[in-house]
């Protein structure tokens, strides 16, 4: 079942949406070679800690971090680790949610360590231009395939793949809601976006095949392939006034990361 949030409850979810922003933008600056993914992981759970939130992924169906965070062919769900350091020229995809009063947050983003490739520098724009042409499709009255074709073509259209075994999905007072929201599919289909619906869009893109596997660990997901993978993602609420990014500040302008 759907559930439309009312404007308290939007403003709530922006609070969170808002901690979750400040910890990813300030994981970004961190990010540097010979960063273990460890030190970003203990940074993210100790901040939210000290805002009176909690982090969401720590625990939930027994995963071990505060933070995924996934290196060049890992996809998602990378297990933190004092042993896990960037090196110049990797690509670290840190995906992160917080709960706060009650309602969550969740927002990813790819960065950069060093000097990278121009075809990681081309994975990480289409990825992150995805993510936009997606949210400018919520909008009450468009339908949720309008949203996951958005994705679909635009990534196809640069020669990359978007993955199918993960998706985007609502969020609220749950982590993970309905609807399910794939990378993948035709515009005019699935259900009608209504004012209140909120959305975690989040492109996974591949710079190879789509397919993907989980190693040993049981959560890392990687590339089949070996090749690369970025990772995109917002919170977005369905208003009257078009998409709210919950997930960064309402005076903020320019590229969605």
Not at 42 to 62: D, I, L, M, Q, S
Not at 117 to 135: D, H, Y
Not at 157 to 182: A, C, W, Y
Request: aromatic share 6%; proline share 6%.
């Amino acid at each position: 079942m759907v559930i439309c949030k009312s404007t308290t409850e939007l403003e709530k979810m922006h609070r969170a949406g808002l901690l979750v922003w400040e910890v990813l933008e300030r994981m970004r600056t961190m990010v540097r070679p010979g960063i273990s993914t460890k030190e970003l992981d203990e940074f993210a759970e100790e901040y939210v800690t000290e805002h009176n939130a909690k982090p969401a992924f720590k625990g939930y169906r027994g995963y071990p971090g505060s933070v995924c965070t996934s290196i060049n062919d890992e996809v998602v769900h990378g297990i933190p680790s004092a042993s896990r350091k960037v090196h110049e020229g990797d690509i670290l995809s840190m995906d992160f949610g917080v709960v706060m009063d009650g309602y969550y947050g969740d927002a990813a983003l790819t960065v950069p360590v060093g000097k990278i490739a121009p075809e990681r520098e081309k994975l990480l724009r289409v990825t992150r231009e995805s993510l936009e042409r997606a949210i400018d499709k919520v909008r009450a009255g468009n339908r949720l395939g309008d949203v996951s074709s958005a994705v679909q073509q635009w990534v196809e259209k640069n020669g990359f793949s978007v993955v199918r075994e993960f998706v985007g999905h609502g969020i609220g007072t749950k982590m993970h809601e309905d609807p399910q929201l794939p990378n993948y599919g035709a515009p005019g289909q699935g259900p009608r976006l209504q004012e209140g619906m909120v959305l975690a869009i989040e492109p996974m893109v591949n710079s190879g095949s789509p397919a993907v596997k989980v190693l040993d660990d049981d959560w890392t997901a990687v590339t089949a392939d070996g090749s690369d993978s970025a990772h995109f993602e917002h919170t977005v609420a369905v208003t009257a006034n078009g998409p709210w990014i919950l997930t960064r500040p309402r005076e903020a302008t320019g590229p969605v990361w």
